[in-house]
């Protein structure tokens, strides 16, 4: 799209059509509105007008996170919020953290430092901020996941 001397990647969005656009080597992931109201997660090359859906019907749609092929993202079922990475070459997913007592009012996100995955944030609108982590090689089990609390961290 071109206007006034402007070159646009794509046209503007409406009614959080699209939300949370990241961009990482060369690629855009983003969450795109279907129809009932669930989002797919979605990756797009830059300067591409090909898309790859990587997730269908996401029920939370905080900022995806990106590290060595592999996406990390959140998940929402039967009140528990799930840290979940994809495999983007395999397209294999594993549960690695989670939070159980959430709903939709959920403001738990993902983050990623050097080899740990992290969720942050409150289950439900009401609820504490909680702190938790897991190394990706250990993946989710009860005994791996490190816990934020008195101001350090701890297992």
């Known amino acids: 799209m071109q206007n006034k001397g402007k070159r646009y990647f794509r046209n503007d969005t409406k009614n959080d059509e699209i939300v949370n656009m990241q961009l990482e080597c060369g690629?855009?992931?983003?969450?795109?509105?279907?129809?009932?109201?669930?989002?797919?997660?979605?990756?797009?090359?830059?300067g591409s007008e090909k898309t790859v859906t990587l997730v269908e019907k996401c029920t939370l749609t905080d900022y995806p996170v990106v590290y060595a092929n592999r996406l990390y993202y959140t998940d929402l079922k039967n009140s528990t919020v799930y840290a979940k990475e994809l495999n983007m070459n395999s397209m294999q997913t594993k549960n690695m953290l989670h939070t159980s007592n959430a709903d939709s009012s959920s403001t738990v996100g993902i983050g990623y430092g050097y080899q740990y995955v992290f969720l942050f944030g409150s289950p439900t609108?009401?609820?504490?901020?909680?702190?938790?982590?897991?190394?990706?090689?250990?993946?989710?089990?009860?005994d791996n996941i490190i816990k934020f609390s008195k101001g350090k961290w701890s297992y």
């Open 27 to 46: 690629f855009f992931y983003y969450y795109q509105k279907q129809t009932d109201g669930s989002y797919n997660l979605i990756r797009q090359k830059f």
């Open 125 to 142: 609108a009401n609820s504490a901020v909680q702190y938790r982590g897991s190394c990706i090689y250990t993946s989710a089990s009860t």
